[in-house]
């Protein structure tokens, strides 16, 4: 996977970037670069496929930086790292949430969990539609499971 850490705390990110070593792990210590890096790299055809943000930076903050990353066609997976338990709350922007201090196992999981999740989501979206009622008279769709075809 190619991975983009962005977090103000250097050694932190680079922390990360040493448990992830069988990934492609880029770091960037500054949010608003680090929101250009994924949109730029999407633009080369080398879309990030995670993007792990620290919630407390200067400048644009975690939830920033995830509201202008959400604007892209296909965001990447987006997680949140923090060292406060009070930004649970922000999954309603976030796939998932880190609490600071965890291991890079847990990365791996939750990246897992949330392509699954995805997954499923798609499948859902592209399941086939039922023929509407006009098309089930003129005999041009199957019918529905709940909707019994006349007997001659």
Known sequence: MRILVIDDDFLMARSIQRGLREHVVEIETDSARGVAR??????????????LCDFEMPGRNGLDVFAA???????PILVLMSGYDDVVDALFIADAVLIKPFRAGEIG??????KARRSYAQTRRIRPMAPTTAEIRRG??????SVARPTK
Not at 38 to 51: K, L, Q
Not at 109 to 114: A, M, W
Not at 140 to 145: E, K, N, Q, S
């Open 140 to 145: 041009d769709g199957a019918a529905p499971p």
């Open 109 to 114: 999981t939750t990246v897992d969990r949330i």
């Open 38 to 51: 994924v949109m730029n790299a999407s633009a080369d055809i080398e879309p990030f496929d995670v993007v």
């Open 69 to 75: 990353l959400r604007s892209h066609i296909e965001p």
